[in-house]
């Protein structure tokens, strides 16, 4: 029995977003499926990392979580409690976000250090200047910034010194979760590392727990300790780290594997068995949504909608194939 302290949990989760029709277009309103129906859990003190294609909904999963879009249906719990529109102010005081561009997410017109203090005059008013200061010093001081450059503004910093900067504002209030959507993806590779490596000690250091969301496997093997792979809306296989490189059941996720660069020349990538392009999530396929890609689909999966199944370890799978591998294996 698992006896770890689960932070969020979110349950049966959909975001729908309406398709806005054209001045003669007639019928039924389309929407968009961009999350259809994911359940996860997130442990106190771990990084969850969550990964797919462009498209898959990943980064609508953690707006979700986070409460800046509503959810369609489903809930969301921390730590037990619904989050609610009543105690929204002191979730987010523990739960902050890092986002993918380092320079929109920034104020242009506040110098850093107000930006760094904002998330203290929202979730910790009345401070003096003097203890916003004791909070803010030894931050800028984790992420590696010179508490004298907090005079100047966002434009002044290179793109890895402003995610630094992204990072110590959701530092500030001290929380429990830092939920980051591709907070890499805008960096050269070797400020990539530095910021990884950052995220890493943080974590060692403080506690912290991450959602950690990017398209990059790679990225994710790197910070992760387990990793939920997402397509179209719903997450396809989940488990731990090490289970899930060792003994890789979706053929998504062996695709998304092969797709991994080998960072040497005399060794030959390994090619993804796919073909074409993931189908629209305004009109999604009958049965597994990924069958149309998948070399190994079958008539059933055409016709019927696979559920999200534990295969031993924690090893949760959304496959027809490998559901009756299990079978097989049982009545033998």
């Not at 950690?212 to 387990?226: A, L, N, Q």
Request: net charge neutral; aromatic share 6%; proline share 6%.
């Amino acid at each position: 029995m698992d006896n770890r302290e689960v932070l969020i949990e979110a349950v049966n989760v959909k975001k729908y977003f309406p398709v806005k029709r054209g001045w003669f277009e007639r019928g039924e309103r389309k929407t968009v499926k961009a999350l259809d129906g994911v359940s996860l859990v997130l442990y106190k003190g771990e990084t969850l990392g969550v990964i797919g294609e462009s498209g898959c909904g990943k980064s609508t999963l953690a707006r979700v979580i986070m409460q800046l879009v509503p959810a369609t249906a489903g809930e969301v719990y921390y730590k037990g409690n619904k989050v609610t529109p009543e105690n929204i102010m002191q979730f987010r005081r523990q739960v902050q976000m890092v986002f993918q561009d380092p320079y929109s997410s920034l104020d242009p017109r506040m110098s850093v250090g107000r930006i760094i203090e904002e998330p203290l005059r929202v979730h910790m008013k009345g401070l003096t200047a003097v203890q916003k200061e004791e909070i803010v010093r030894p931050v800028v001081a984790k992420v590696g910034i010179e508490y004298e450059a907090l005079v100047k503004y966002p434009h002044e910093f290179s793109g890895g010194q402003r995610q630094r900067i992204g990072i110590a504002r959701a530092m500030v209030t001290n929380p429990e979760l830092l939920i980051c959507d591709e907070p890499v993806s805008a960096l050269d590779m070797s400020i990539q590392a530095q910021v990884l490596n950052l995220f890493k000690g943080l974590q060692k250091e403080l506690g912290f727990s991450y959602l950690f969301i990017s398209h990059d496997m790679s990225v994710i093997k790197h910070v992760s300790d387990r990793i939920a792979v997402m397509y179209l809306g719903k997450i396809v296989e989940l488990a731990d780290k090490k289970e899930l490189f060792d003994n890789t059941l979706h053929p998504y996720t062996k695709a998304l594997m092969n797709a991994i660069p080998v960072p040497d020349p005399t060794v030959e990538s390994m090619k993804a068995d796919l073909t074409g392009e993931p189908p629209s999530p305004i009109n999604p396929p009958k049965g597994c949504s990924f069958h149309e890609r998948c070399p190994y689909a079958t008539a059933r999966c055409s016709e019927e909608t696979p559920h999200l199944t534990d295969m031993g370890n924690g090893h949760m799978v959304s496959c027809h194939l490998c559901h009756g591998a299990e079978r097989e294996v049982e009545n033998a």
